[in-house]
Each structure stands twice: as structure tokens, then as C-alpha cells.
């Protein structure tokens, strides 16, 4: 496989500065570092884009997560090895990446479940992973980035 072109955020590499704070800001919001990276999984699974699939695979080994955690994500629903939390956390992420499915987006039902786990601090972190995420996919999945080529 060959990409199509140089990954966008390389040809304007000003890009990539606050496409990492924007990472960074995630990270500080107090919520698990191994469930982020589950989030960043399964959006990546929903947009088909290799290259983060690949690339949260790694993390979350790196992370110590189990091949179970891992292997499962795209079927939390039914997987046993899922908080609560977690659970709640991955259906926001998979409804704010689907908004224009769903008439209205996000429903009240997802978001309270979200919000009866994590504080604010908490789900901003949430959002700004599944955001940051989406705009990976829609810069690597139409260039055809190579998965583990970065």
C-alpha cells in the first residue's frame, strides 16, 4: 500500500502543534489514559482508519491492556471486560462520531449515562479525545496513511 499524499499535518506541520495540545488538554482531564485510548480505538474502528487502529493497538499494549480489552472494543456491548464507566464512555464516543445518523445527535440517554460517571473536567476530556480522534481519521483514512508508517 502507498498513501496518496503526505499526511497533511507534515506538508503544514504548523498543524500539529495544537493537534497535540489538543491530545495533551485530553489527557488532563482525570480520566484513565487506557480508557482514552479505547476511545481512540473504537472511533477509529467506526471511520475505517487503519493507521489510528493500528496506532491505538500499540498504545493500549504499551498501556498493558489485556488482548481481550483490546480484541473487544468494536463489541463492548456484549464483552464482559467493561465498567460501567467505560461502557458509557465508549457509547458517547461512538454516538458523537455518528451525529449525523442519529436525528438530534447525542440523545439526552447516552449523555446523562456519560454524566453519571464523569464529572465535566471528565467528559470535556472525553470529547476532546473523540474530537482530536475524528480529525485524525478524516486527515489519515482519504490519504490512505499506511498503518505503522509514522
Known amino acids: ?18 493537534i497535540q495540545d489538543v ?4 489527557q488532563s482531564g482525570g480520566v484513565d489514559e487506557e480508557l482514552l485510548e479505547l476511545i481512540h480505538l473504537r472511533v477509529s474502528q467506526i471511520n475505517g482508519c487503519s493507521f489510528c487502529v493500528d496506532a491505538g493497538l500499540k498504545t493500549l499494549r504499551k498501556q498493558g491492556a489485556t ?3 483490546i480484541g473487544l472494543v ?4 456484549e464483552a464482559p471486560y467493561y465498567t460501567d464507566a467505560e461502557r458509557a464512555a465508549l457509547e458517547l464516543a461512538e454516538a458523537v462520531t455518528r451525529l449525523a ?9 447516552v449523555w ?3 454524566a453519571d460517571h464523569f464529572d465535566e473536567k471528565q467528559l470535556a476530556g472525553i470529547l ?4 482530536v480522534t475524528n480529525l485524525f481519521n478524516r486527515l489519515n483514512a482519504p490519504i490512505r496513511q ?5
Open 1 to 18: 500500500m502507498k498513501a496518496r499524499m503526505k499526511n497533511p499535518a507534515m506538508i503544514l506541520p504548523s498543524a500539529m502543534r495544537p
Open 23 to 26: 491530545i495533551k488538554a485530553a
Open 67 to 69: 488482548d481481550e480489552r
Open 74 to 77: 468494536s463489541a463492548w456491548r
Open 101 to 109: 445518523v442519529v436525528p438530534g445527535g447525542v440523545s439526552d440517554e
Open 112 to 114: 446523562d449515562a456519560a
Open 128 to 131: 476532546l479525545m473523540i474530537a
Open 146 to 150: 499506511v498503518a505503522g508508517s509514522w
